[in-house]
């Protein structure tokens, strides 16, 4: 791997992880289209945890405050807002878990189809858009309803695909569960730190058992700068996009899934017509 795909990966993995455009779709089409080699395991393990760092650094307070909360809650019975939230954060992490062990070997196949992954962005964009014409919430995350923080993780399942995104997803689902759009995407990264830490733990698991057909490590200095990369990225992909959703909607976002997706498809559909 050489260096300026090792920065472009965690480039990738930084942005789109963290803004509502599927990093799964973007890795996937941009290497099918450049005809990249898929990365090796220890290096996707590293740009997860890349980016996993950067949510936990950003939400630090935030974090502590729940970790604080989840145990002093069970004296108190939850009667503070972070022992309530700590607690819906537990909620709403549960069904990612669940169904992304239960239907690991059956989404695997559908990171090798690229026109796949286009069509799926195509409905991000749309589930961006639609989200945003609406009625808009006035809630917090604090006092939202553990049946709705359990649908908002229900959500989170369509990031194991390809094309959807778990962040635009979550975040469209906070907002229809009555959250202000700021509310949403902050219960949304809150959800992402153990979703990003599960799916390390995921791919890592596969390292240590010796996945049949894994690719080879890539150098120990392109594991490192994709991981920095991806590290750096996500920590100014989350500055950002708080502050951007705290007064615009999602719809550039969706303009751009259908862009790129719509893009993407004319490109594959066009190869496969001139390598017939």
Do not use: K, M
């Given at each position: 791997m050489s260096i300026v795909q090792a920065i472009a990966l965690g480039l990738i993995q930084g942005v789109a992880e963290l803004f509502p455009i599927s990093s799964a779709a973007h890795t996937l089409l941009i290497s099918a289209l450049l005809g990249w080699t898929p990365p090796s395991l220890p290096f996707v393990v590293m740009l997860h945890f890349g980016t996993f760092l950067a949510v936990l650094v950003y939400f630090a307070r935030d974090f502590w405050q729940l970790v604080v909360g989840f145990?002093?809650?069970?004296?108190?019975?939850?009667?503070?807002?972070?022992?309530?939230l700590a607690l819906l954060i537990v909620t709403g992490s549960i069904p990612l878990a669940i169904l992304g062990w239960l239907l690991e070997k059956r989404l695997e196949p559908l990171f090798g189809k690229p026109l796949f992954a286009a069509v799926c962005l195509l409905v991000t964009g749309l589930v961006l858009f639609a989200v945003e014409r609406l009625p808009q919430g006035s809630g917090v995350a604090e006092r939202l309803p553990f049946w709705r923080a359990f649908w908002v993780g229900v959500s989170q399942v369509a990031g194991l695909v390809p094309g959807g995104s778990r962040s635009g997803f979550s975040i469209a689902a906070g907002m229809l569960a009555g959250l202000t759009r700021e509310q949403a995407a902050r219960f949304s990264f809150l959800l992402a730190g153990p979703a990003i830490l599960g799916a390390t733990i995921f791919e890592l698991r596969k390292i240590v058992h010796h996945t049949p057909g894994a690719a080879a490590a890539e150098p120990t200095q392109s594991i490192a700068i994709g991981f920095i990369v991806a590290?750096?990225?996500?920590?100014?992909?989350?500055?950002f996009f708080m502050r951007f959703v705290d007064q615009h909607r999602l719809t550039p976002f969706a303009v751009y899934c259908w862009v790129f997706g719509l893009a993407m498809i004319g490109v594959f559909l066009l190869r496969a017509h001139h390598g017939a």
């Open positions: 145990f002093t809650g069970f004296v108190q019975r939850f009667a503070h807002p972070y022992q309530r590290f750096v990225s996500g920590l100014i992909a989350i500055r």
